[in-house]
């Protein structure tokens, strides 16, 4: 079992930034994909972004993309999300997931993907 821990959300004004982090505990050894989903109030929850643990390949939703960045650190068992210009309809809980099995990358989007979720990490844009 792999358990993930977000931390870095925070109240920041519209076209600033913040870093988002995501520890991972447990079996890391396991660990095949880490994602990123957030949720608005009344919203879905939707994906963000994911990265492959070993290789590094990352994919974003197209509404993210250019604007945010997601990493790892493999040593410190520990994914980023570095969201730059942020707008008010960035406001949600962003959660981070694992998933310790193979999938398609197609499948990375997918929220029922991935099988460990953290508690999430609020993070509210002002105007």
């Known amino acids: 079992q792999v358990q993930v821990v977000e931390s870095g959300g925070g109240l920041v004004q519209a076209g600033g930034s913040l870093r988002l982090s995501c520890a991972a505990s447990?079996?890391?050894?396991?660990?095949?994909?880490m994602g990123w989903f957030r949720q608005a109030p009344g919203k879905e929850r939707e994906f963000v972004a994911a990265i492959t643990w070993s290789g590094g390949s990352s994919y974003y939703a197209d509404s993210v993309k250019g604007r945010f960045t997601i990493s790892r650190d493999n040593a410190k068992n520990t994914v980023y999300l570095q969201m730059n210009s942020l707008k008010t309809e960035h406001t949600a809980v962003y959660y981070c997931?694992?998933?310790?099995?193979?999938?398609?990358?197609?499948?990375?989007?997918?929220?029922?993907?991935?099988?460990?979720w953290g508690q999430g990490t609020q993070v509210t844009v002002s105007p």
């Open positions: 997931a694992e998933r310790d099995t193979a999938i398609r990358r197609t499948m990375m989007r997918t929220r029922t993907s991935y099988d460990y």
């Open positions: 447990g079996r890391t050894f396991s660990i095949i994909v």
